[in-house]
């Protein structure tokens, strides 16, 4: 994910919930020409040129798409404000790799992801 500065609350990120990375690499590799970076057997970033985003065995393939990951300068403040908002919060602030994260859903149910630099 980027850390670039100048990006708050914007999105940063997209990630997709994948049952095998090697077939997904192989597939957009081929069809669309992204680049990859793994981060251990269970994470793999892909670079389209333009955005970045990541394929992920941690959780089941799930419905409804992939996960957009906005990023936030300050991870609380944010998750302040998308509780005054009325957003549930379905995964507790974490940490991974870089960084920490939370996500969320919004008012119609999409789960949705807040992330911020070490």
């Given at each position: 994910m980027s850390t670039?500065?100048?990006?708050?609350?914007?999105?940063d990120n997209?990630?997709?919930n994948v049952a095998d990375i090697a077939r997904s690499k192989a597939f957009y590799g081929s069809v669309f020409g992204w680049s990859f970076t793994d981060y251990g057997?269970?994470?793999?970033?892909f670079d389209d040129g333009r955005l970045?985003?990541?394929?992920t065995t941690d959780a089941p393939v799930r419905a409804g798409g992939p996960l957009v990951?906005?990023?936030?300068?300050?991870l609380v403040a944010t998750q302040q404000r998308v509780e005054?908002?009325?957003a549930d919060i379905c995964r507790a602030a974490f940490d991974f790799?870089?960084?920490?994260r939370f996500h969320f859903r919004d008012p119609?149910?999409?789960?949705?992801a807040v992330w911020t630099a070490a």
């Open positions: 670039a500065h100048g990006n708050d609350r914007r999105i997209i990630e997709f057997p269970g994470y793999t970033e970045r985003g990541g394929f990951i906005l990023y936030a300068d300050e005054a908002a009325g790799p870089g960084g920490r119609d149910g999409y789960e949705l």
